[in-house]
């Protein structure tokens, strides 16, 4: 298998699908992206600084009440205009731009994205499995994207530094469970765990990572924050509502 390789962060500034971007600075990343004819959506939390003449939106999305009731962004936001627009996430880390041809796919890990051109089909995917939603922080849901109206456009935000691997055809590589950042739709993602035991008369514990199974590209990142994190306690509480919920109605699920 071919091993793991570091995601360069030597690009700038690029053009591509009508939209042209901008990375800067090394520790916690700065994506500018120049606004014109196409529109780019973004979650609100994540702006950084925009021109005064470049306006926002909201833009709802499919799905709306599901992605509440799992404690998910139902609502993104949007340009309405022309100029210049600023994101970052809190942490430090790599930003990833990801082009994607007409008809091409990416799924993302949930609260990693950072924006994305306006032409895509944007949805969500409940991972199943006990194992998923227990041990992968809230990181039973996946965010879906595909090209459907042209070229288009993914950025984000990978948590320290990110690699990525190319898996040939039942390829298969064992990830913990909050250290994958996107895959191919064509790579398969399966929940494994693997039972410890520490002697005759010893307890037992249970690891839990993601098995994924190529072909296809798989990103990995090595530094893993919960989305929870960083909130305030009255934010924090009202997210942990919305995944206790999503947690129980997943188990009764299966």
Request: aromatic residues 8%; negative net charge.
């Amino acid at each position: 298998m071919q091993l793991p390789e570091p995601i360069q962060s030597t690009i700038h500034d690029e053009s591509f699908a009508g939209v042209t971007y901008h990375v800067r600075g090394e520790l916690v990343p700065e994506l500018q992206i120049e606004v014109s004819n196409r529109a780019v959506m973004f979650e609100h939390h994540v702006l950084l600084w925009k021109q005064t003449q470049l306006n926002i939106e909201l833009k709802k999305l499919p799905g709306g009440m599901k992605r509440k009731i799992a404690g998910l962004e139902f609502f993104v936001t949007r340009t309405s205009g022309s100029g210049r627009i600023a994101f970052s996430r809190d942490s430090p880390g790599q930003c990833i731009p990801l082009h994607l041809r007409q008809g091409e796919g990416l799924d993302v890990r949930e609260h990693q994205f950072i924006a994305a051109t306006d032409n895509l089909d944007y949805s969500f995917e409940r991972i199943k499995g006990v194992q998923n939603m227990l041990l992968g922080g809230t990181g039973f849901f996946m965010d879906k994207f595909r090209a459907t109206e042209g070229d288009a456009l993914v950025w984000l935000h990978g948590h320290g530094n990110v690699f990525l691997v190319e898996l040939g055809q039942g390829e298969q590589l064992d990830v913990e469970a909050g250290a994958w950042l996107y895959k191919d739709p064509s790579v398969k993602l399966e929940s494994v765990t693997m039972g410890l035991k520490t002697g005759m008369f010893g307890g037992g514990g249970k690891l839990t990572w993601n098995r994924f199974t190529g072909p296809g590209r798989l990103a990995i990142q090595t530094m893993f924050i919960a989305p929870l994190e960083g909130m305030d306690s009255n934010m924090s509480s009202a997210a942990a509502g919305g995944v206790a919920g999503a947690l129980i109605s997943g188990l009764a699920r299966g």
